[in-house]
């Protein structure tokens, strides 16, 4: 079963290949001088596309990319179709149409936070995105997606899948942490499940929103003094709710803060506003970024697996 790729997803589908005993095809992926995208299948990929179902590993992150995902699905759908129709002329043009197979593995799943409407008039971006990509594929792993259940109204085949585990054992070998933080309650059932693979305690901060725009967060008495704390979400974006989650923490009496995601933005110099604020900071690498420091391949696998 081969595991293809773009540009964005080599490194993933690289480690996701040797993980699970694949072949890893690359596709043609460029942009023509005006930036438009270019993408193909080469020629001699096209033999195993076609012998069995196939994986693409792409985000949808930035907005480029989910055009890009698109057409990349669709060669691998014309080519599993049999449309090979080709102005070039080579042979073959047509063949059987192989069925649906066609699996996309997305580690980031842009617009992930855009999953409720607010206010009225506005759009759900997430369930939108959601949608349009049911249309080129039979099936799709998301890795820690922000809100499960704005896709699950989709009635689509999706697996859903947490680099938690991996980020338990980062931390529990390089931090040894007393205690896991969620920033909002919302995020509580990321940081028990780390907590219970360490075996340590949890608690979470009272989350408020403001408006559309602003959330307010609200430290809680915790019992961390003398404590190694970890604070762990599924992102972070500009790094102020960690910076803020540490600054109560050490006025707690908190000994180490460190903070570890599955997707690291790393927006608006974020890692050097958090440099002042925490001991340490950690995420896979779903996004390319200079704390990367744990393989989102391993997640994305266990999914795969239960939908082949």
């Given at each position: 079963?081969?595991?293809?790729?773009?540009?964005?997803?080599?490194?993933?589908a690289?480690?996701?290949?040797?993980?699970?005993?694949?072949?890893?095809?690359?596709?043609?992926d460029r942009?023509?001088?005006?930036?438009?995208?270019?993408?193909r299948?080469?020629?001699?990929?096209?033999e195993?596309?076609?012998?069995?179902?196939?994986?693409?590993?792409?985000?949808?992150?930035?907005?480029?990319?989910?055009?890009?995902?698109?057409?990349?699905?669709?060669?691998?759908?014309?080519v599993?179709?049999?449309?090979?129709?080709?102005l070039?002329?080579?042979?073959?043009?047509?063949?059987?149409?192989?069925?649906?197979g066609?699996?996309?593995?997305?580690?980031?799943?842009?617009?992930?936070?855009q999953?409720?409407?607010?206010?009225?008039?506005?759009?759900?971006?997430?369930?939108?995105?959601?949608?349009?990509?049911?249309?080129?594929?039979?099936?799709?792993?998301?890795?820690?997606?922000?809100?499960?259940?704005?896709?699950?109204?989709?009635?689509?085949?999706?697996?859903f899948?947490?680099?938690?585990?991996?980020?338990?054992?980062?931390?529990?070998?390089?931090?040894?942490?007393?205690?896991?933080?969620?920033?909002?309650?919302?995020?509580?059932?990321?940081?028990?499940?780390?907590?219970?693979?360490?075996?340590?305690?949890?608690?979470?901060?009272?989350?408020?929103?403001?408006?559309?725009?602003?959330?307010?967060?609200?430290?809680?008495?915790?019992?961390?003094?003398?404590?190694?704390?970890?604070?762990?979400?599924?992102?972070?974006?500009?790094?102020?709710?960690?910076?803020?989650?540490?600054?109560?923490?050490?006025?707690?009496?908190?000994?180490?803060?460190?903070?570890?995601?599955?997707?690291?933005?790393?927006?608006?110099?974020?890692?050097?506003?958090?440099a002042?604020?925490?001991?340490?900071?950690?995420?896979?690498?779903?996004?390319?970024?200079?704390?990367?420091?744990?393989?989102?391949?391993?997640?994305?696998?266990?999914?795969?697996?239960?939908?082949?």
């Amino acid at each position: 079963m081969p595991i293809v790729s773009g540009a964005n997803g080599q490194k993933i589908a690289s480690s996701l290949a040797d993980i699970m005993g694949m072949e890893h095809i690359i596709m043609e992926d460029r942009r023509f001088p005006d930036g438009e995208g270019y993408v193909r299948l080469p020629n001699d990929a096209i033999e195993s596309v076609r012998s069995e179902k196939v994986i693409l590993v792409s985000n949808t992150f930035p907005d480029s990319e989910i055009l890009k995902t698109i057409l990349l699905l669709n060669s691998i759908k014309d080519v599993r179709k049999g449309d090979l129709v080709n102005l070039k002329g080579e042979e073959p043009q047509n063949l059987e149409d192989v069925g649906p197979g066609i699996i996309l593995a997305i580690p980031y799943y842009g617009y992930s936070r855009q999953d409720k409407r607010f206010s009225k008039g506005e759009v759900v971006s997430a369930e939108v995105i959601g949608k349009l990509l049911t249309n080129y594929c039979d099936g799709m792993v998301i890795l820690d997606l922000h809100e499960q259940s704005v896709l699950e109204k989709l009635n689509f085949p999706i697996e859903f899948v947490s680099s938690m585990p991996e980020i338990a054992d980062k931390l529990s070998r390089d931090v040894m942490p007393d205690f896991i933080l969620s920033p909002d309650k919302g995020a509580i059932k990321r940081a028990s499940e780390v907590a219970r693979i360490i075996g340590c305690e949890f608690s979470y901060l009272e989350k408020t929103r403001i408006d559309a725009h602003t959330i307010e967060h609200t430290p809680k008495n915790l019992d961390v003094s003398g404590k190694i704390v970890a604070i762990v979400d599924d992102m972070i974006s500009t790094g102020g709710t960690i910076c803020r989650a540490s600054d109560a923490l050490r006025r707690q009496g908190a000994l180490e803060v460190h903070a570890a995601c599955t997707h690291g933005l790393f927006t608006g110099g974020a890692i050097t506003k958090m440099a002042n604020h925490v001991d340490g900071v950690y995420s896979t690498d779903s996004l390319s970024n200079p704390r990367a420091v744990v393989e989102s391949a391993n997640a994305l696998s266990r999914g795969i697996k239960k939908l082949i």
